[in-house]
């Protein structure tokens, strides 16, 4: 059976506070099921969400607009449009983050913040765009963040994970100074805070919204979705498997009571909710 995630999400929107979050999208790309959950058997994952016939699961690319009063703010830049013809195969990109932005009711020169949780390829794409064979910052106008760790492991390109740092979505924008580093916890605007959450890498850092006594947090790929919310259903791609664990337990004992709203980057359906405990390491979409 062929399965049909292909169309994109009608425009949402929900406040927090004095912000307003807009999920935008770069549409879906596939990925290997076998990849997305490790070590968990597929006749356990596969009740959570159907493979086709190659095995694959349509993965979404959730970016989050926020607009604080004062600046608006992009959470990740999805897959992007610079993949080559191999990957773009593997992958089927859908590159539609532009349309979704123009969608939202800005446009590229208002972004004047970019956060990137880390630099795999299918979060930092959009940061920058071909054109006449020069890259240049899609964002003109904004300040780009990340860890300076983070940068760092990419740029040694590894044999583990080389495969996932195509160095056109940042060192252009290191070389041009519109990329600033972090070194640990962070604010980068009132309300806008991230934190270092290690386990998918050693430097991935959460995003944290804060605004009228409310919290949100874009947790990225410590917990991309809601079908990866138990304890143990760890990505085969985490470098440090158990510490994602340590770092969702360290996650959930502050979201969970403080029902922060969790923004999922790579749900299909579910862009964000608030989550509850099951008992035994188990986790629920809450009610
Ligand atoms: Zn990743």
């Known amino acids: 059976m062929k399965l049909d995630f292909r169309n994109s999400m009608p425009v949402q929107r929900t406040t927090l506070g004095d912000f307003e979050l807009t999920v935008l999208s770069d549409g879906n790309y596939w990925a290997d099921g076998g990849t997305m959950f490790g070590v968990v058997p597929k006749v356990l994952w596969s009740k959570r969400i159907e493979a086709d016939e190659r095995n694959r699961i349509p993965v979404g690319l959730n970016s ?14 999805g897959i992007g449009p ?10 089927e990109p859908q590159e539609k983050l532009m349309r979704s932005i123009e969608q939202a009711g800005v446009s590229p020169d208002e972004i004047d913040i970019v956060i990137n949780t880390h630099l795999h390829f ?6 920058t765009v071909l054109e006449k064979g020069r890259v ?4 003109p106008r904004a300040r780009y963040y990340v860890q300076e760790g ?16 195509l160095t056109d979505n940042y060192d252009p924008l290191v070389e041009s100074g519109q990329m600033h ?10 309300g806008v805070s991230v934190e270092v959450f290690p386990g998918h890498t050693k430097h991935m850092q959460a995003v944290i919204l804060k605004s009228g006594g409310k919290t949100a947090c874009y947790i990225s790929d410590l917990i991309p979705d809601t079908a990866h919310l138990d304890l143990t259903w760890v990505l085969s791609f985490d470098l440090f498997p158990l510490e994602t664990i340590e770092n969702r337990k360290r996650f959930y004992q502050r979201a969970v009571p403080q029902q922060w709203l969790v923004l999922f980057t790579h749900d299909v359906t579910i862009p964000w909710a608030r989550v509850q405990s099951a008992g035994e390491g188990k986790y629920l979409v809450a009610s």
């Not at 989050?64 to 830049?77: A, C, K, S």
């Not at 610079?82 to 992958?91: A, C, E, G, S």
């Not at 299918?122 to 940061?127: A, L, S």
């Not at 580093?181 to 009132?190: A, D, H, K, N, T």
């Open 64 to 77: 989050i607009l926020v607009r604080t009063g004062e600046h608006n703010v992009l959470i990740e830049t």
């Open 82 to 91: 610079k993949l080559d013809d191999r990957m773009r195969r593997v992958f």
């Open 122 to 127: 299918d979060h930092c794409g959009w940061n």
């Open 136 to 139: 240049r910052a899609t964002f």
């Open 150 to 165: 983070e940068l760092h492991h990419a740029r040694l390109q590894l044999e583990r994970d080389r495969v996932s740092y």
């Open 181 to 190: 580093l972090l070194r640990g916890p962070s604010e980068v605007v009132p």
